[in-house]
């Protein structure tokens, strides 16, 4: 039940939480509508002939929908993003410096097909205290209009305005959203390699996601062989299509025969095809070659390139020359050889002795996942609500100038 | 003097700081020839009829010689920005993850004037571990080329390759820089609002650093007088060529006769040219007119817009509106329109009752300032050494899958 007044009283995190536990009733209580909507985006997806990936991506069930309110829970679980002091500094007597994290202002999401990233970005937006501009496919016009709807419903009975999470049906309008520098502050998109890198390149807003995933894991001279097998299998078999599967696999030309005899057996198993360099193709001349082509290529499939190489330096140059900066793995007993491939390999996430898969938020530990950037500059990497705050610097005194410090000095003592 | 031999046994953070002290004794020994280097540019520049603040920009003399060694000095001193550990955390048993801060990469430098920039830019790029690209005017030319060949020599001696710190020399390139989106990871522009404007709008690399500063100062119903008078001078005048001096002074009506009567005798003490509102006009009718092209214009100079505002929301407004979100303060004695004020203005800093004139990184403590920035995202404001580094995530297992975790749960331990 809503209960605006009571919401009044509360302390301003309880408020944000109040709003999604009020937005998780609401979806719980409209289960209904929501599969009805979403029933005929899906009449119209089969009827315009969308491919099933896609069909996939935009269909609800039951499951999926009370999926999507324990979701909203979880946000509000969370630990509270905005408001957090960084930093908390005398520059003299009385004269105190703060750093505290403030929401960014507006976000702008532009997904394709899945409707429950509504729910997400909605209920990310709210803990963190910004207003979301939400741009979804024309394939799930019906199923995203329910879902805001009955979000704005919910807020109606809070203390966050309605006004909040706003909805964009029409068509034309992504062009125009990626041009409003001063009124959205960040885009998130969710969607395809192409559709991120047709955002990044038509946009001078800051966007937070990553266009390519091309991941290595490289297998050094002295792996563990039975651990690199593993490792290997589902780095690339867990889940290919993710951006965090890896596209090609490096292996030290010392242990090759031995360890693509081990391996390549459980890659047929998992229907992964393989693609060899001249190297491999020497060992095992059944493969299919590997071309300068397959090095840039993110397969999102059960493809995998090999190449063999005669030194870790050698592995490192590749990984630098074709890797995304995404996530880069080595498997080794050697500390020296872990060490520096740690230091010379450029990429948000640089791991030994496991799975690229681990690339993830929630695996992380930070409870929820906007985004997984691959620009150098942070925020880099899997992204948490952290990647919705910004800060603000507060400085409070009593009527001090700087001309005064050009006698004095500043204390600058932390507190 | 040299020692090569011995930087190498020295552990990383040292070799940086050795490398400094080689710079600055390299440069001390060599005072004359940059003195002479720099006369030649002057020569030219008085030629060429380059305007006077160009001229002065670009002049040395011996002690500003030793207090660009001074510098490079006090950088060495600075904390160490590589190698933090921002995050340790078990994901489970043996599975830990570390975010630890790295060098960005190549930082691409583009300077008008100012030859001391050289030496402070090469600096904070040791520091942080970076190497550096500057793109000096062609005015500096035998300038930066003997201070850039002065620090190549010096980091001879070193565990710092002198191919570090390169100095572009020819006209055209400045366009060439800015497209090199995958050699260059920052770019970092020292001269006028509408340099930076420029850089700005021709290039993907991000750019630390800021067009314009469009500071306000709100003087509230309820300040103290005499500190508001204080305030206003300081903020004005101390520097009004700074980019965190005032432009517009916004105060509120139920005071504006009494504070008004008090602080124009002083701004015409100091030569400020004050233009009013409507409002003020009344007041004072002697006074220049403010036009709405005032409410958006950095004057860089001793010119001062004055606004009367019936309410503090209004002055908010106002600053919403026009501002840069740089530097906004407010003078006030009522902690509540205090907190408003601080809630409610958005900008990298929001002061209370001091001089906007302390948004800087040496005043805040950061013992260097790299650029201030006025963008939404971190970093924002001042920005210290920080800004010259991001992160990786490391993770380190002993052969862990994803996989496994689908019926495990991770432990999440911050260690």
Same mark, same amino acid.
């Given at each position: ?8 009283? =509360?302390?301003?995190?309880?408020? +944000?939480?109040?709003?999604?536990? %009020? ?12 599969? &009805? ?6 009449? %119209? ?49 009385? =004269? ?30 709210? +803990? ?20 805001? $709807?009955?979000? %704005? ?9 309605? !006004?909040?999470? /706003?909805?964009? *049906? ?6 125009? =959203? ?14 395809? $390699? ?53 596209? *090609? ?20 198993? +998992? ?32 493809? =995998?390139? #090999?190449? #063999?190489?005669?030194?870790?330096? /050698?592995?490192?140059?590749?990984? $630098? ?12 007993? $050697?500390? *020296?050889? &872990? ?7 450029? !990429? ?57 410090? *050009? ?9």
């Amino acid at each position: 039940m809503g209960c605006p007044l009571a919401s009044q009283t =509360l302390n301003p995190v309880d408020r +944000k939480n109040h709003a999604l536990e %009020q937005i998780a009733q609401t979806l719980e209580q409209n289960i209904a509508p929501i599969l &009805a909507a979403n029933q005929t985006d899906l009449e %119209q997806a089969r009827t315009d002939g969308l491919p099933l990936p896609l069909i996939n991506r935009l269909k609800l069930d039951e499951a999926k929908v009370r999926s999507m309110i324990t979701g909203v829970r979880s946000v509000a679980a969370l630990g509270e993003p905005v408001g957090v002091r960084q930093l908390h500094r005398e520059l003299d007597t009385d =004269l105190i410096l703060e750093r505290i994290t403030v929401p960014l202002g507006v976000l702008g999401v532009i997904f394709e097909a899945r409707p429950d990233a509504v729910t997400q970005i909605a209920a990310l937006a709210i +803990k963190s205290g910004n207003g979301a501009i939400l741009k979804g496919g024309k394939e799930a016009l019906h199923s995203c209009e329910v879902l805001v $709807n009955l979000i %704005q419903t919910a807020l109606n009975n809070t203390a966050v305005s309605p !006004a909040t999470i /706003e909805l964009v *049906t029409t068509r034309a309008e992504v062009l125009e =959203l990626l041009r409003l520098e001063r009124d959205i502050d960040l885009i998130i998109p969710r969607g395809s $390699n192409d559709f991120v890198r047709f955002i990044q390149a038509n946009t001078k807003i800051p966007v937070l996601g990553h266009a390519d995933g091309l991941c290595h894991l490289f297998i050094d001279e002295s792996a563990d062989l039975d651990m690199a097998v593993k490792v290997t299998i589902d780095s690339k078999t867990q889940y290919p299509a993710a951006c965090n599967a890896i596209e *090609t696999l490096l292996v030290h030309s010392a242990i090759a025969p031995e360890f693509l005899a081990l391996v390549l057996p459980q890659l047929a198993d +998992k229907k992964v095809e393989v693609r060899g360099c001249a190297s491999t193709l020497e060992l095992f001349p059944g493969l299919k070659v590997a071309t300068e082509e397959d090095w840039q290529t993110e397969y999102c499939d059960l493809i =995998l390139a #090999i190449k #063999i190489v005669a030194t870790l330096e /050698e592995a490192i140059d590749h990984i $630098n020359t074709y890797g995304s900066k995404h996530t880069e793995a080595i498997v080794t007993n $050697n500390p *020296t050889n &872990a060490d520096r491939f740690r230091q010379r390999v450029d !990429a948000a996430g640089v791991y030994h002795n496991c799975s690229t898969r681990f690339a993830d938020g929630f695996r992380y530990g930070f409870g929820a996942e906007v985004g997984i950037s691959t620009q150098k500059m942070p925020p880099r990497g899997p992204v948490g609500l952290e990647g919705l705050v910004t800060y603000r610097y507060y400085l409070s005194g009593r009527g001090q100038t700087v001309a005064e410090y *050009t006698i004095k000095s500043f204390t600058h003592r932390d507190l």
